[in-house]
């Protein structure tokens, strides 16, 4: 019987292959979640470099919620990475959500980085 984590690197490998297939040059946007923050970055697997990234647990995110975990966090990150994102000149970019479900916080961060300007 498969543990746990296995399953999880399974699902998040399954999910990175079909983003290799489908993103035609693009950077993806990979998400990591974790009990107490959300991390986003924008990465070019050409070169193997991160283009941006933002996260909950930058002072000036900080300040401004009381939780890194919620909805709330996530959208602000969203947003965040959205605006870096735009002014390193990258407009449209592949959503990696990795291994977890398009729901709650992941589906918050997609919405807010969309509803900033980035394109996915």
Do not use: W
């Amino acid at each position: 019987m498969l543990r746990k984590q296995e399953l999880f690197q399974r699902r998040r490998k399954r999910t990175r292959a079909r983003l290799h297939k489908l993103s035609s040059g693009r950077p993806r946007l990979s998400v990591f979640r974790s009990g107490k923050h959300i991390y986003a970055q924008v990465i070019d697997d050409k070169h193997g470099a991160v283009i941006t990234a933002a996260s909950s647990l930058e002072k000036e995110a900080r300040s401004e919620m009381k939780n890194g975990a919620n909805k709330q966090a996530a959208g602000r990150v969203g947003k965040t990475i959205a605006e870096r994102t735009l002014a390193a000149g990258v407009k449209e970019v592949v959503f990696d959500r990795g291994a977890y479900k398009y729901h709650g916080r992941v589906k918050a961060l997609a919405e807010a980085a969309r509803e900033s300007g980035l394109n996915f």
